[in-house]
């Protein structure tokens, strides 16, 4: 079982930068793959970003690829989204994930989210 609890959320102005943390807990947390997701108003959750748990594989999605960095300690058991030049519709509760396995692309554990507001 691992609990997640995401932190870093907030308003920002368009063009601006916020970094999101997401505190890991409980049975070796550090061993999980971790996935950055988010869901605006009314529409469906999607992928951000992905990291295994050595960090030799990351991933993004094509509409934050360039702009957001995934990024993880595990001596401290946490994964940290580096998000810079920030967009309007970057607008999103954002959600960690844990998952056992990077390959599969499959979360085990959620945290909460956090808001992210981009104002334009």
């Known amino acids: 079982q691992v609990q997640l609890v995401e932190s870093g959320g907030g308003l920002v102005q368009a063009g601006g930068s916020l970094r999101l943390s997401c505190s890991a807990s409980g049975r070796n947390p550090s061993t999980y793959a971790m996935g950055w997701f988010r869901q605006a108003a009314g529409k469906d959750r999607e992928f951000v970003a992905r990291?295994?748990?050595?960090?030799?594989?990351?991933e993004y999605a094509d509409s934050v690829k360039g702009r957001f960095t995934i990024s993880r300690d595990n001596a401290k058991s946490a994964v940290y989204l580096q998000m810079d030049s920030l967009k309007p519709e970057d607008t999103a509760v954002y959600y960690c994930?844990?998952?056992?396995?990077?390959?599969?692309?499959?979360?085990?554990?959620w945290g909460q989210g956090t808001q992210v507001t981009v104002s334009s």
């Open positions: 990291i295994n748990w050595r960090s030799t594989a990351i």
């Open positions: 994930a844990a998952g056992t396995l990077y390959s599969s692309g499959q979360y085990n554990y």
